[in-house]
């Protein structure tokens, strides 16, 4: 017996609404973020106290700014995914819903936006 | 739709908490406490880019025993999220649900997610010479 209703089957969405996109990129960013998390303490220990000069050469560096440029990537994805499955449990009036979500998607892209450029000009000397 | 006949589950306020429930609850926690988080790291990011001045208030600030106190809350969740992250995909690779593996390995996060918090901050005082 199946108990979905034909249209149901043809649009092939579970009770999601959506496929499992959501839940493999969560996954993906969370393995990203094991090596890029364990960089980031080790180097925020060793640039501990930094004068201003000092945390220039650190952030200006081109492999620490490769690789925070791939942490706030990876952490700003990871944490919208993670706040949409937390939006999506909790909140039930649909029009707050959808709001919040794009309220965080909105404020994700734009924190996310300004430390990759806040890394970059550090990077290139503009500052 | 007779949605009020439904049949609802007991609320989870009856059952007693577990060592299992309770850190499954702080992986929620932890996740929305880092999310939060991060807006320091943004910060940090932006004031060393925007010069010499805001670079200095941003570190007394951080310096500060209140912003000291928010970076080991900081430090201990997220070492707490990686290590129960990495539970969590242990998990959805079908591994560890036993449910003694399930006890040890969640008190191997407790222990772990301290010891790093400690190990990390005492490192970080031995690079700053012990200020
Ligand atoms: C350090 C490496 C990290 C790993 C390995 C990791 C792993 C995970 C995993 C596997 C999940 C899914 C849990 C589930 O199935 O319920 C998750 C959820 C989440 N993570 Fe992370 N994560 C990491 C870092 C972060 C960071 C830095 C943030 C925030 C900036 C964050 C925010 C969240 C949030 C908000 C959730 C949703 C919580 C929930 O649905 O209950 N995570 N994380």
Request: with cysteine; proline share 3%.
């Amino acid at each position: 017996m199946n108990l979905q209703t034909p249209l149901g089957r043809a649009r092939g969405l579970g009770s999601a609404k959506s496929g499992t996109k959501h839940w493999w990129a969560q996954r993906v960013t969370a393995i990203a973020l094991i090596p890029l998390t364990i960089w980031f303490v080790v180097a925020m220990i060793s640039a501990t106290g930094n004068d201003y000069n000092n945390a220039q050469q650190f952030i200006g560096n081109p492999i620490n700014a490769i690789l925070f440029i791939l942490l706030i990537v990876a952490t700003f994805h990871h944490a919208q995914l993670g706040l949409q499955v937390v939006i999506e449990d909790y909140v039930h009036n649909k029009p707050m819903e959808i709001g919040l979500l794009i309220i965080t998607k909105g404020t994700v892209i734009v924190l996310g936006l300004s430390s990759v450029f806040a890394v970059l000009s550090i990077t290139f000397g503009v500052a | 739709m007779a949605i009020d006949n439904r049949p609802l589950s007991p609320h989870l306020q009856v059952y007693k908490p577990q060592l299992t429930s309770v850190l499954s609850i702080l992986h929620r926690i932890t996740g929305i406490a880092l999310a939060i988080g991060t807006l320091l790291l943004v910060w940090w990011l932006i004031a060393a880019a925007s010069g010499p001045d805001y670079y200095d208030t941003a570190q007394r600030c951080i310096g500060s025993t209140m912003g000291r106190i928010l970076l080991l809350g900081w430090t201990y969740a997220l070492f707490y999220h990686l290590a129960n992250g990495i539970r969590h995909l242990a998990w959805d690779s079908g591994r560890g649900f036993e449910l003694n593996t399930a006890y040890l390995t969640g008190w191997l996060v407790i222990i772990s997610s301290i010891v790093l918090t400690i190990v990390t901050w005492i490192a970080g005082y031995v690079v700053m010479g012990g200020s």
